[in-house]
């Protein structure tokens, strides 16, 4: 079985569905996915959860390809407000939600060994390559940041993907170091920054494993679709996610997802009926 990890508020939900359709379309392995959210209304009004009716929604579209696939909603608040309320960095560059895989050790019944994916990530192709590799010794294996490995420092990796050895992390308390950086100083990156700086010891693994620009490539397994810099005809930055449909073709030239995508919006529309 395949565990993954999700955070995000009723938001993610086409982000969710787009991923676990490019998921369970090339995974024969049974996935268990675990969706971290939580209400955070007092910090913006739609900072709402997801809701149990998207998950299960969310289940029915996963067991089309495997009956054993699982969804699981996991509401963490109380455990949010516990460790990160009002904290220096929770309206940092990015939303609070992306501070909730730091509580992945506090909460009951996490396995041992766990891959956090960011919502704007597909699957192209079988995720059990990425999830079979080994992090014996290590808190967790990533990719080099594609900016940050030549901007920061050569060892900085991008945290939309984390294969997680939780019961490394458990020992080494690294989760916990990065909550108490979070509560207590400023961080340019926030979580991502967190983590890197309370590593004791990671994996560094290659490009294909967490894609963070040339979609297209056929020996890729994880493309995520994160904010890029570009520099023609001027600097700027684009920022398109895997369910702007027409954006991603017109923009990334990125066709290796039609299938998916073209499944998603009947999906989606699907939902949208039902609701």
Same mark, same amino acid.
């Given at each position: !079985?395949?565990?993954?990890?999700?955070?995000?508020?009723?938001?993610?939900?086409?982000?969710?569905?787009?991923?676990?359709?490019?998921?369970?379309?090339?995974?024969?392995?049974? @996935?268990?996915?675990?969706?971290?959210?939580?209400?955070?209304?007092? @910090?913006?009004?739609?900072?709402?959860?997801?809701?149990?009716?998207? @998950?299960?929604?969310?289940?029915?579209?996963?067991?089309?390809?495997?009956?054993?696939?699982?969804?699981?909603?996991?509401?963490?608040?109380?455990?949010?407000?516990?460790?990160?309320?009002?904290?220096?960095?929770?309206?940092?560059?990015?939303? %609070?939600?992306?501070?909730?895989?730091?509580?992945?050790?506090?909460? %009951?019944?996490? %396995? $041992?060994?766990?891959?956090?994916?960011?919502?704007?990530?597909?699957?192209?192709? $079988?995720?059990?390559?990425?999830?079979?590799?080994?992090?014996?010794?290590? &808190?967790?294996?990533?990719?080099?940041?594609?900016?940050?490995?030549?901007?920061?420092? %050569? $060892?900085?990796?991008?945290?939309?993907?984390?294969?997680?050895? !939780?019961?490394?992390?458990?020992?080494?308390?690294?989760?916990?170091?990065?909550?108490?950086?979070?509560?207590?100083?400023?961080?340019?990156?926030? $979580?991502?920054?967190?983590?890197?700086?309370?590593?004791?010891?990671?994996?560094? /693994?290659?490009?294909?494993?967490?894609?963070?620009?040339?979609?297209?490539?056929?020996?890729?397994?994880?493309?995520?679709?994160?904010?890029?810099?570009?520099?023609?005809?001027?600097?700027?930055?684009?920022?398109?996610?895997?369910?702007?449909?027409?954006? /991603?073709?017109?923009?990334?030239?990125?066709?290796?997802?039609?299938?998916?995508?073209?499944?998603?919006?009947?999906?989606?529309?699907?939902? &949208?009926?039902?609701?």
């Amino acid at each position: !079985m395949v565990n993954i990890l999700l955070c995000g508020n009723e938001k993610v939900f086409d982000g969710a569905l787009t991923q676990l359709i490019s998921m369970t379309n090339r995974t024969e392995e049974t @996935v268990h996915v675990y969706v971290m959210t939580m209400e955070l209304t007092r @910090v913006r009004r739609d900072f709402t959860p997801i809701t149990q009716g998207q @998950v299960d929604f969310l289940n029915r579209v996963v067991r089309k390809r495997n009956p054993d696939n699982l969804v699981e909603r996991l509401d963490v608040t109380e455990l949010y407000e516990q460790e990160f309320h009002k904290c220096v960095n929770e309206t940092a560059y990015c939303t %609070p939600y992306t501070l909730l895989r730091l509580l992945a050790d506090l909460i %009951p019944g996490i %396995p $041992d060994k766990l891959l956090y994916l960011d919502i704007d990530i597909m699957i192209a192709g $079988d995720i059990k390559q990425l999830w079979d590799i080994d992090v014996t010794g290590y &808190e967790y294996a990533a990719v080099k940041e594609k900016y940050g490995c030549w901007l920061i420092r %050569p $060892d900085y990796f991008n945290a939309g993907m984390l294969l997680l050895n !939780m019961e490394r992390i458990r020992e080494t308390g690294l989760l916990g170091k990065a909550r108490e950086l979070i509560r207590t100083k400023k961080l340019l990156f926030a $979580d991502q920054s967190a983590i890197f700086k309370a590593t004791t010891r990671k994996k560094l /693994i290659p490009r294909i494993y967490n894609e963070q620009s040339k979609f297209n490539k056929k020996d890729t397994i994880v493309c995520h679709f994160c904010k890029r810099l570009m520099f023609r005809p001027y600097p700027h930055t684009e920022n398109y996610k895997q369910w702007q449909v027409e954006e /991603i073709h017109k923009y990334l030239h990125c066709h290796a997802f039609d299938e998916d995508l073209e499944e998603y919006l009947k999906w989606k529309a699907k939902f &949208e009926r039902a609701e």
